[in-house]
């Protein structure tokens, strides 16, 4: 079992600046794959950004150039810079790993998730 500890986000203006983390216990965090996903209420939780073993990188159309994904594999942490936020940012963002990931955005190939980090951007 796999516990991922978040931490970060809070409320900012849009056009401001957020970073999440997300420590992992498994020292195995190399073989994982990684994504942030977040959720706001009534609606699925989407992929916003992975990063695979292999370090290749995936991010949501809508994020691209604004989030920023990485993992420290020393640290056991992932993490997801997010610059110039916008109100439809605001969610509730989950890290989750999962093992031999096909969709690195889809939320059914993660078997692992943290508590959830809420991020509010007021416009």
């Known amino acids: 079992q796999v516990q991922l500890v978040e931490s970060g986000g809070g409320s900012v203006q849009a056009g401001g600046s957020l970073r999440l983390s997300c420590v992992a216990s498994?020292?195995?965090?190399?073989?994982?794959?990684w994504a942030w996903f977040r959720q706001t209420p009534g609606n699925e939780r989407e992929g916003v950004a992975s990063?695979?073993?292999?370090?290749?990188?995936t991010y949501k159309d809508s994020v691209k150039g604004r989030f920023t994904i990485s993992k420290d594999k020393a640290k056991n942490t992932l993490s997801l810079q997010m610059n110039n936020l916008k109100a439809e940012d605001t969610a509730m963002y989950y890290c989750?790993?999962?093992?031999?990931?096909?969709?690195?955005?889809?939320?059914?190939?993660?078997?692992?998730w943290g508590q959830g980090a809420n991020v509010s951007v007021s416009a």
């Open positions: 498994d020292n195995r965090f190399g073989i994982y794959n």
């Open positions: 989750a790993a999962g093992y031999l990931v096909a969709d690195h955005l889809r939320r059914i190939e993660y078997k692992y």
């Open positions: 990063i695979a073993p292999d370090d290749s990188i």
